[in-house]
């Protein structure tokens, strides 16, 4: 079992920044390896789409709506993934999940609520 857990959500003014955190473990004594990170969100009503993704090697993908504002990264000695977003618009308003793609299957986190108010 790899367990996730996100941060760094909140509320902010249209044009604001937000970074989010996922930090991926296991329990004590335990090995993994993780290949694909990437964050997806969920606003009310919709699907959930894939926001931006990261290989292992540091090849990035971003959904079109978020491209030159959002910016993913990681660091494979710690096993966290951030998401830096800038110029925020309410339109970003969603819950945040962060998923990783491990030697011992495909984790969701819990999500985290990012609001963005005009």
């Known amino acids: 079992q790899v367990q996730l857990v996100e941060s760094g959500g909140g509320l902010v003014q249209t044009g604001g920044s937000l970074t989010l955190s996922c930090v991926a473990s296991v329990a004590s004594g335990s090995t993994f390896s993780i290949g694909v990170m990437a964050w997806y969100r969920q606003a009310p009503g919709k699907q959930r789409e894939l926001v931006a993704d990261m290989t292992r090697g540091a090849r990035t993908n971003y959904a079109d709506s978020v491209k030159g504002r959002f910016t993913i990264s990681r660091d494979n000695t710690k096993n966290v993934v951030y998401l830096q977003m800038k110029s925020l618009k309410p339109e970003d308003t969603a819950v945040y999940y962060c998923?990783?793609?491990?030697?011992?299957?495909?984790?969701w986190g819990q999500g985290t609520q990012v609001t963005v108010s005009s």
């Open positions: 998923n990783v793609d491990s030697s011992r299957g495909k984790y």
